[in-house]
Every structure is written in structure tokens, then in C-alpha cells.
């Protein structure tokens, strides 16, 4: 029993004084990896461009997610991101997903983006393609959005596709309805449409193109 309680007390001495220490190493790691980056200290064979990444400060996978005034689920991803000049964010191959409260989903891809936290906006550039929750694929240089309200704009010239259908516009603005997960695209300035009938099984007509 006294062999028990001798080794116990030098255990628990041990500790006292080990733990402390450890605590203390760990906290110096801490300090040291706190540091400020310098080019010299990566490693040669390092895949990482310090240098470059001081330059060029980015995130990688930024994402945001937020909820609009008629209750859609806004999801942003990108590949990576960076602060603007002034104010902002850029971001590169950004995904912008729309979700109604029904499910019925709005998704648009695009090169760029561009977000403007202060003003609420988001802007997809270059290349974009939005897929619509009635099926069709359209595809302009610009398209805008509202981070508190559920309605894309293309400001530009728009191309869009469906089953039998074609059409060409200078501008589109798709909004939702509400809570049942509706929308309503408006096409506008020299609008050009090609419509094929379909069978009784295929899609409603196009959207209205005042």
C-alpha cells in the first residue's frame, strides 16, 4: 500500500510540472505559427507561392447562404475569392442556387461574380448559364441579384431554351410569387420567339414576352 501511495504522490509531483510545461510549448507553437509569413521560410519543394499569396490574399471555397423577404434559400459557392479594389468581392466559377420553400430550385453558374455585401447585390459575369425551376436553360453575360429578395435580373442581351422552344430578348427579370414556390419570367426589348407545339405531355407555353 505505501509503494501504491509513494508512486501516486510522484506521479501527481510529475504532473504538476509536466502539464504546466506542455502548456507552455503548446502556447510558444501558437505564437510561432501567429508570426508574419515570410517568403524565405517555405520550403523549396512547397507548392504554395508565398510570395504570391501575400500579393494576392484569397479564400478558397467561400460559400454564403441566406434566406429573401418571400422565403427562398439563397445558396453562393466559388472556387475561390478575393477582396476588391474599393469595396466588394470577386469571386471565380461561383454557383448560385435559389430554393423555394416548395423545393423547386433556380440555379445559375457563371466565370465571375462579383458581391457587394454593404449594398445587398450579387452579380454573376461572363459566361452565365441559369436553369430555371420550369425547365429552361438561358444563357446572358450579366445577371444581377438581390441578396434580400427572391428576383434575378439580366440586364443584357438573353438566350433561352426549352423543349419546342427558342428565344431571344434584351433583358429578363424572374421573380417568385411566394411561399408556393412560383415564378414568373418577363422577357423584354426585341423579342424573337420560336415555338413549337409539343404533345399534350410536354411543357406549358413559354412566358410572357411583353
Known amino acids: 500500500m505505501r509503494k501504491r501511495d509513494k508512486a501516486h504522490s510522484r506521479l501527481v509531483?510529475?504532473?504538476?510540472?509536466?502539464?504546466?510545461l506542455t502548456a507552455?510549448?503548446?502556447?510558444?507553437?501558437?505564437?510561432?505559427?501567429?508570426r508574419t509569413l515570410d517568403?524565405?521560410?517555405?520550403?523549396?519543394?512547397?507548392?504554395v507561392d508565398i510570395e504570391e499569396l501575400l500579393r494576392d490574399p484569397r479564400l478558397t471555397a467561400p460559400q454564403y447562404a441566406g434566406v429573401t423577404e418571400e422565403g427562398d434559400e439563397i445558396l453562393f459557392t466559388a472556387a475561390r475569392a478575393w477582396p476588391g479594389a474599393a469595396t466588394g468581392a470577386h469571386a471565380a466559377e461561383p454557383v448560385l442556387r435559389l430554393i423555394s420553400p416548395a423545393g423547386e430550385e433556380t440555379r445559375?453558374?457563371?466565370?465571375?461574380?462579383?458581391?457587394?455585401?454593404?449594398?445587398?447585390?450579387?452579380?454573376?459575369?461572363?459566361?452565365?448559364?441559369?436553369?430555371?425551376?420550369?425547365g429552361y436553360?438561358?444563357?446572358?453575360?450579366?445577371?444581377?441579384?438581390?441578396?434580400?429578395?427572391?428576383?434575378?435580373t439580366a440586364p443584357g442581351e438573353i438566350r433561352a431554351e426549352a423543349p419546342g422552344t427558342q428565344l431571344e430578348a434584351g433583358s429578363m427579370q424572374l421573380t417568385r410569387t411566394g411561399a408556393k414556390g412560383g415564378e414568373v419570367v418577363v422577357f423584354k426589348g426585341g423579342v424573337r420567339l420560336l415555338y413549337q407545339p409539343q404533345?399534350?405531355?410536354?411543357?406549358?407555353?413559354?412566358?410572357?414576352?411583353?
Open 13 to 20: 509531483s510529475l504532473l504538476k510540472v509536466g502539464l504546466p
Open 24 to 34: 507552455l510549448a503548446l502556447l510558444s507553437t501558437v505564437f510561432l505559427l501567429a
Open 39 to 47: 517568403p524565405e521560410d517555405a520550403l523549396p519543394w512547397a507548392t
Open 108 to 134: 445559375a453558374v457563371a466565370e465571375t461574380a462579383r458581391i457587394e455585401p454593404t449594398a445587398g447585390e450579387l452579380t454573376l459575369q461572363t459566361a452565365v448559364q441559369l436553369t430555371t425551376a420550369g
Open 137 to 152: 436553360l438561358m444563357t446572358t453575360e450579366k445577371l444581377d441579384l438581390k441578396l434580400d429578395r427572391s428576383a434575378l
Open 199 to 210: 404533345s399534350a405531355s410536354s411543357p406549358s407555353a413559354p412566358p410572357s414576352a411583353p
